[in-house]
Structure formats: C-alpha cells, structure tokens
C-alpha cells in the first residue's frame, strides 16, 4: 500500500509514519510538508491514500483535495486536520473525502489505514 501523508507538522509525519509503518511492513509512506510538494507527489507517483491537513503554509488542504479527486476519484483521501467543525467536515465530504478526523483521533485514523 502506497500512502502519502501531507502535514506541515515533521513531529506529526514522524508519528504517523512510525506507528503505520509497524503495523503495516508492506506500506510505503511518501511525506509532503505543503501544497506544492503534494501535487508534485501525486503526479509522480501512485497513492492508494492520502492523509491531508487542511491547514497547510502555502495553501488550503482542501483545494488539494478537490483537486486530487477529481483527478483520481477513486483515491482514499483522509482529512485529518486540527480544524474539525461541522462546517469544514461537512464541505470535505461533499467534496469527496472518504473520511475526516480530528488530529486528536490518531488511533482511530491508524486503524482505518492499517
């Protein structure tokens, strides 16, 4: 499984990477840290999901989502953002997010990855 998580957070990356990569030997996990280095990952390669921030420095995780499923609908994108009102959750979903948890929900995006 191919997974690209997009975080501007290292200590975040570094967390989910670790505790996806021991439950999982065969995930393959790609970092990005802003908008720009998501897209040039997505074009360059095959991901079977994707775990986005909405808050990112140089843009708006959810454009990039838009922008992904309507390049590849069949992608799993996660929203996985510090921001989880109502109103972000609901505007993710009607845009095709798969699912969208709280930053605090780490287990819980953990075990629907693993």
């Given at each position: ?29 790609s ?63 009607e ?20």
């Amino acid at each position: 499984m191919n997974v690209l998580i997009v975080d501007d957070s290292d200590l975040l990356q570094d967390r989910l990477k670790k505790s996806l990569s021991e439950l999982n030997k065969n995930i393959n996990i790609s970092l990005a840290s802003n908008c720009q280095e998501a897209m040039d990952m997505f074009t360059l390669h095959i991901y079977d999901k994707i775990i986005l921030d909405i808050s990112l420095p140089d843009g708006s995780g959810i454009q990039l989502l838009r922008l992904f499923k309507k390049t590849k609908p069949d992608i799993d994108v996660i929203m996985f953002t510090n921001y989880p009102s109502a109103e972000f959750k609901k505007n993710c979903m009607e845009l095709g997010a798969d699912h969208f948890f709280n930053k605090t929900e780490m287990a819980s995006l953990i075990k629907i990855i693993s």
